[in-house]
């Protein structure tokens, strides 16, 4: 139960982090905050190899962060032709 909470939490901060470097805040919500701060640590976990379990650190938030702004490039690449 623990896991699931630090998950929703780390992922939405990470998530709403990620929309504002890529300046797509605007178009989202805060459920899509989460979904996006959610697959960025998973995304971090295949390329990095630490994703966000039931240990928070620095290293693996910010991780998580790099992870979901990836996300959100290859989201922006996909809908409009560019990373902005």
């Known amino acids: 139960m ?4 630090v998950w929703l939490v780390v ?9 504002m470097i890529m300046r ?3 178009q989202q919500g ?10 960025g640590s998973v ?3 295949f390329i990095f190899g630490g994703g966000i379990n039931q240990v928070i650190t620095i290293t693996t938030f910010i991780y998580s ?7 959100l490039a290859i989201v ?3 809908r409009r032709g560019s990373v902005r």
Do not use: H, K, M
Request: hydrophobic residues 65%.
């Open 11 to 19: 992922g939405g901060v990470c998530g709403w982090l990620a929309s």
């Open 76 to 78: 922006n690449l996909v």
């Open 65 to 71: 962060l790099i992870g979901a702004v990836i996300l």
């Open 24 to 26: 797509t805040d605007g």
């Open 2 to 5: 623990v896991g699931l909470i």
């Open 30 to 39: 805060i459920i899509l905050n989460v979904v996006v701060g959610i697959i």
């Open 43 to 45: 995304i971090a976990s």
